[in-house]
């Protein structure tokens, strides 16, 4: 269940969730109800995010 940084960002603001930051390589989304921040490392040159860091992306949403 391999994703880019791309697909994981069309993911969650389809959720409702928005762009907040920018830290280095570290972009930070927000939601207007549901509590927390949602961190996707954006590395430039591999965009393909692990499986295990999907998984924990979606976790921190609340999609899983």
Known sequence: MRKTVR????IIVSDGWYFVRQSRSHKQFRHPVK???VTIPDHGK????DHFVVNSILNQ???K
């Not at 697909?7 to 069309?10: A, K, Y």
């Not at 591999?46 to 995010?49: E, H, K, Y």
Request: no cysteine; proline share 0%; net charge neutral.
């Open 7 to 10: 697909q994981m960002i069309e």
């Open 46 to 49: 591999s965009n393909v995010l």
């Open 35 to 37: 509590k927390g921040v």
């Open 61 to 63: 949403a609340g999609l």
